[in-house]
């Protein structure tokens, strides 16, 4: 499967923002979806992970102010970034994890979000 995410940008702190991440060349609802983030000089880290189905996990930093959705008929996965703190400034990623065998990961190229105080 290959994803595309998309929305990167600046914002101001306080601000929100969206974005997406669209799979191709697979069957979308088979895979658990989510997102992580790489700040300079720290290790990318899951922000939120959506399967599918009920049930959704956050990272302690961003709870209460992200929000990870998915469209399976459009084979898109959301990030949603309300209230966004300088810390949030990241590249941000989309993984697709495969729950079916054969089990499998996939990334996409990461988009920046910077957060300006």
């Known amino acids: 499967v290959q994803l595309q995410a998309f929305g990167g940008g600046l914002v101001q702190a306080g601000g929100y923002w969206r974005l997406s991440c669209a799979a191709s060349?697979?069957?979308?609802?088979?895979?658990?979806m989510g997102w992580y983030r790489q700040a300079p000089g720290k290790q990318r880290e899951l922000v939120a992970a959506?399967?599918?189905?009920?049930?959704?996990n956050y990272a302690d930093s961003v709870k209460g102010r992200f929000t990870i959705s998915r469209d399976n008929a459009k084979n898109t996965v959301y990030l949603q970034m309300n209230s966004l703190k300088p810390e949030d400034t990241a590249v941000y990623y989309c993984?697709?994890?495969?729950?079916?065998?054969?089990?499998?990961?996939?990334w996409g190229k990461g988009t920046l979000v910077t957060v300006s105080s």
């Open positions: 993984k697709a994890q495969r729950t079916v065998r054969p089990l499998q990961d996939y």
């Open positions: 060349g697979g069957i979308f609802s088979v895979y658990l």
């Open positions: 959506i399967p599918n189905g009920s049930g959704t």
